[in-house]
């Protein structure tokens, strides 16, 4: 079981920071978040204004007047250029303008007034929640540093909705924890001066997807290159994954030209017909200058290695846990080498490609084309006549979507092509789920519909904003991990500056069956070498994750031997760990127990007063 805030770890992976308002009732409050060794930051009053634990590279600070401002996490401003902001801050609401031009990945908090703001990323990769503590409203950075505070446990009911496979939005955005609320990305969190009223503030809005590949490739490029120099500016040693795709591969050279020096890192696959070694070998041979060190990939851990030994303090279940081991491994060894922090190509296919789903309205706006590329698609992904047809036809609105999905927890998964053009995929549960849990989630989703908007009416830039924000779910839980580990981790591509110029190229030229990734082709066309440019797949991992379901059944047993979600009514162990003696089942290779096993790794991270048996 994790310790408390206190004593959890020594890395800068479990930082944290809580915000309180200029008020003695939240200073009282703010005791119950001074563990020892925590930081703080104060108004001009005295009273505590941040309290947490941060590394001294993260937080820019400036005070003008009656206003306050800090930075937390990476951005290239200074103090002075803060100030000058500070001095000029007339009102909370005016600082969308600076959140949506700063380079990076950051929390912005300010004071004024009395009155708080405090925000995170639109990509979701730092986010906000709050809570009353002692009766005042209490700003931070993590659901479960609130949920220490108040001594709340997890909601058996969010708990029951994790188990969805996938879960949808809004759901997936809602704190695990009782009385801890979770602010939407796209919003500021605003308190009062009375330290008591909140209201969310829309700060971010994704833009029209209306320029030419040709307009838009340059701001991509230039968008990619200030998030790799915010984080490479000041020298050092830095590495770099170099799996030989694209987006890993962007990420090296950009870095080469930065005055760091650079360690890429190959893990070659286990899979004879992985080509990434080759492509990997090929972009090394361009970049002279950095050191490239390839491992033994038979030393690369699998897929579910040492799930029973995961410590890290996690705010909400993660089905990054499978992964941890693969994404850590190799980090002690770039601290050897001097690594200070490890980029990544994460996010690329997030937001380089894009999804089919546009061509949904495409199909209605300019039938011709979208006939003509929907041909495409149905020869490269092995659409059926059929189904293709009456996923086009498909108008529901999200929340019918939604409120329909509801009704349909248990049937066999949908066809590619109906998650592919439609609003996703409906969330599933499978045969170890119990009735009462299922129960839990159609309330929950049947709840959620009757209000639910999408996150944009076109259900291609929708799904395109659902899936950045379950990736950063996964990617903010892994940073973490990477700096108790050592080394943090950073993906540029998913700062909000990247994913704003990706999103503003039209769709029609970012997605086609004919072109592998034309944006970031063309975007990184003379940083890149054109030899390294026309790659045109990536690898699955799929044995990977086949050969990690055999080789650790047995820690798989373990894990459903006196089950958490098993003593809370959720699951029907038996039937889990029958599952576990049988690690090739068909179906268990398409990740459906991935939410499970997030669930149930999180609660054995909990202290055992928040994880009650359920009472029958």
Request: hydrophobic share 40%; glycine share 8%.
């Amino acid at each position: 079981m994790t310790a408390s805030h206190a004593s959890a770890g020594t890395g800068c992976g479990d930082a944290y920071f809580a915000v309180f308002t200029d008020r003695e009732d939240a200073a009282a409050a703010a005791r119950s978040f001074a563990h020892p060794g925590a930081r703080i930051l104060k108004h001009p009053s005295g009273r505590p204004w941040l309290v947490g634990q941060w590394g001294d590279q993260e937080v820019v600070t400036a005070n003008a007047g009656p206003a306050s401002l800090a930075v937390v996490g990476c951005c290239p401003i200074d103090a002075t250029e803060l100030k000058r902001h500070a001095e000029h801050l007339r009102a909370l609401t005016e600082l969308d303008a600076l959140a949506r031009s700063l380079p990076g990945s950051f929390h912005l908090v300010a004071a004024l007034g009395g009155g708080l703001r405090v925000q995170g990323t639109a990509s979701g990769l730092r986010l906000v929640f709050h809570a009353a503590v002692d009766g005042v409203q209490v700003a931070a950075s993590r659901a479960d540093v609130l949920a220490e505070a108040l001594g709340a446990e997890p909601d058996e009911e969010r708990l029951a909705v994790r188990l969805l496979w996938p879960v949808p939005h809004p759901l997936l955005e809602t704190s695990l924890w009782r009385d801890v609320a979770a602010v939407p990305s796209q919003d500021a969190l605003m308190v009062a001066s009375d330290g008591r009223t909140v209201r969310y503030s829309r700060w971010w809005t994704p833009p029209e997807p209306v320029r030419t590949l040709a307009d838009g490739a340059p701001l991509v490029r230039q968008a990619l290159t200030e998030a790799v120099d915010a984080r490479t500016a000041q020298g050092g040693t830095v590495s770099c994954d170099l799996s030989g795709g694209l987006d890993s591969t962007s990420m090296c050279f950009l870095a080469s030209q930065s005055p760091a020096k650079v360690v890429a890192s190959t893990w070659p696959g286990r899979d004879p017909a992985d080509t990434d070694l080759h492509w990997a070998e090929l972009a090394a041979k361009h970049l002279p200058d950095v050191e490239h060190v390839v491992w033994d990939a038979d030393a690369s851990p699998l897929v579910y290695d040492n799930l029973l030994a995961i410590d890290d303090l996690l705010d909400e279940p993660t089905i990054g846990v499978m992964d941890r081991s693969r994404v850590l491994h190799h980090l002690p060894a770039m601290a050897e080498r001097g690594s200070r922090l490890h980029l990544t190509g994460i996010g690329g296919d997030h937001v380089a490609w894009c999804s089919e789903a546009y061509y949904h309205r495409l199909a209605r706006t300019r039938p011709l084309f979208a006939l003509k590329q929907l041909r495409g698609f149905r020869a490269l992904w092995q659409w059926p006549l059929g189904t293709t047809v009456r996923a086009l036809t498909d108008s529901r609105p999200y929340g019918k979507w939604l409120a329909d999905s509801s009704n349909h927890l248990r049937a066999p998964l949908p066809a590619t092509v109906t998650t592919s053009l439609g609003w996703g995929m409906p969330p599933r549960l499978f045969d170890w789920v119990t009735p009462d849990a299922e129960r839990m989630a159609q309330r929950a989703l049947r709840g959620a519909a009757v209000t639910a908007r999408p996150l944009h009416p076109d259900r291609g830039l929708h799904a395109d904003l659902e899936q950045i924000r379950s990736g950063t779910r996964i990617i903010r839980q892994w940073d973490r991990m990477a700096a108790k580990a050592g080394v943090p981790m950073a993906s540029p591509f998913l700062d909000d500056r990247v994913i704003e110029a990706c999103l503003a190229v039209r769709p029609s030229e970012r997605v086609s069956p004919w072109t592998y990734k034309p944006l970031l082709t063309e975007a990184m066309r003379g940083i890149v070498p054109e030899a390294c440019l026309r790659r045109t797949n990536k690898a699955a991992a799929s044995m990977d994750a086949a050969d990690g379901l055999r080789r650790h059944r047995a820690d798989l047993l373990a894990l459903w031997e006196d089950s958490r979600l098993e003593h809370l009514g959720l699951v029907d162990g038996n039937v889990l760990r029958s599952l576990a003696q049988r690690p090739s089942t068909p179906g268990l290779r398409d990740a459906i127990l991935y939410s499970t096993i997030a669930a149930e790794v999180w609660l054995r991270g909990l202290s055992p007063t928040r994880t009650r048996t359920r009472t029958r």
